[in-house]
């Protein structure tokens, strides 16, 4: 069976301070994929990363990063110099091979930029 | 545009009226699934299909129905709603079962 905990339900910032939301996987397979996707208030969902397994290189676009750590089986997601456009609903997921293509989402976390 | 369009977007119906939900997509993606969002829940798939004429069960299959009888469309089928069905509905499409997934804009289905 696969799992994803985004422990966080809701986070509240301020403008321009950086945030990290946390994302912890369980899986059996050793080929997987793990994605972000937005979800702003307007409620269509907004596709962000795809990382696989085998590449545990951290990426950066533009104010967004993400941290892939297959030791501590976590996908973290950091956006620096936050907006109030950033607030949303970011969800994590996990597709694996033998997860029977099922894409497994956490619970997701409510982020809120203030002013 | 590359998109996947679901309708209607929303939706109030009467528990035991039939509806169905269609899905389209102009991707000529193969992989098509269903899924429910639901507060505190995130999101679950209902059925996903990996090709024409092949589908499955996924999370929370009981109480849904769909078919897949051209690449294109998925349509989702409630045969007898009841109100626990009441629900945020999407529908995604990729281009394989391991690729990043494209979602139609959503439909909220009230059962009353």
């Known amino acids: 069976a696969q799992k994803v905990t985004q422990a966080q339900t809701e986070i509240s910032v301020v403008e321009k301070e950086d945030v990290t939301l946390d994302c912890v996987y369980e899986t059996r397979d050793t080929t997987y994929y793990l994605f972000w996707y937005k979800q702003p208030p307007s409620g269509e969902l907004v596709f962000l990363i795809r990382?696989?397994?085998?590449?545990?290189q951290n990426e950066i676009s533009g104010r967004y990063s993400w941290n892939f750590q297959k030791s501590t089986s976590s996908f973290n997601f950091t956006i620096t110099a936050s907006q109030v456009v950033d607030s949303a609903v970011y969800f994590c997921a996990l597709i694996s091979t033998g997860g029977g293509n099922k894409l497994t989402f956490g619970t997701g976390t409510q982020l809120k930029v203030e002013l | 545009e590359a998109q996947v369009t679901q309708n209607p977007r929303y939706l109030i119906t009467v528990t035991g009226k039939k509806l169905t939900v269609t899905c389209s997509q102009n991707?000529?993606?193969?992989?098509m699934s269903w899924y429910r969002q639901d507060p505190g829940l995130g999101l679950r798939q209902i059925y996903y299909?990996?090709?024409?004429?092949?589908?499955d069960k996924g999370d929370v299959p009981e109480g849904y129905k769909v078919s897949r009888k051209e690449k294109r469309n998925f349509p989702l089928i409630l045969e007898s709603p009841s109100p626990n069905q009441t629900s945020l509905y999407f529908c995604a499409s990729s281009f394989q079962g391991l690729a990043e997934a494209f979602f139609g804009q959503g439909t909220r289905l009230t059962v009353v």
């Open positions: 990382r696989n397994s085998f590449d545990e």
């Open positions: 991707m000529n993606h193969e992989y």
């Open positions: 299909s990996m090709n024409v004429e092949v589908t």
